[in-house]
């Protein structure tokens, strides 16, 4: 193993999250390697890519069951981060600066995009480019 050229290796996959595969079950699991994408049906939402879709995250396990944590490799995503936010907003919104040091929603799509929204302590999980 030593003298392998090339390949992946852990450290080029960057950003993991744990997400919930929305799709999972018994006899349809999400399999290790499964390209998925973010879904706004909720905080930390995932489903299977379809025939065309871009490719937001890889899994890294097996799971059956769509409450069960799955962890997976994050794409087009460097960083996530908690911020406190104005105004209304919802899973999937994208975001920018707000005048009070927050986030507030993006007029247009830019890259980022909410994944949990806190409304108890007023603040969002960004995942950031």
Same mark, same amino acid.
């Given at each position: 193993?030593? /003298? @392998?050229?090339?390949? %992946?290796?852990? *450290?080029?996959?960057? &950003? ?12 349809? #699991?999400? @399999?290790?390697?499964? #390209?998925? !994408?973010? $879904?706004?049906?909720? =905080?930390?939402?995932?489903? !299977?890519? $379809?025939?065309? *879709?871009?490719?937001?995250?890889? =899994? @890294?396990?097996?799971?059956?069951? #769509?409450?069960?944590? &799955?962890? +997976? ?15 209304? %907003? ?7 600066? *707000?005048a009070?040091?927050?986030? !507030?929603?993006?007029?247009?799509? /830019?890259g980022?995009?909410? $994944?949990?929204? /806190?409304?108890? /302590?007023?603040? +969002?999980?960004? &995942?950031l #480019?």
């Open positions: 193993m030593l /003298n @392998k050229r090339g390949g %992946i290796v852990p *450290d080029s996959y960057g &950003l993991s999250l744990t997400v919930f595969a929305q799709e999972a079950t018994q006899e349809a #699991p999400v @399999k290790t390697g499964a #390209p998925l !994408k973010l $879904a706004t049906t909720g =905080a930390y939402h995932a489903v !299977k890519c $379809a025939d065309g *879709d871009q490719v937001q995250l890889v =899994a @890294k396990h097996t799971v059956t069951d #769509p409450d069960a944590p &799955l962890g +997976v490799h994050a794409y087009g995503f460097s960083r996530n981060a908690e911020f406190k936010y104005s105004g209304a %907003i919802e899973v999937g919104d994208s975001v920018v600066a *707000d009070t040091g927050g986030v !507030k929603v993006a007029a247009a799509a /830019n980022t995009f909410v $994944a949990l929204v /806190n409304t108890a /302590n007023g603040t +969002v999980e960004v &995942l #480019p």
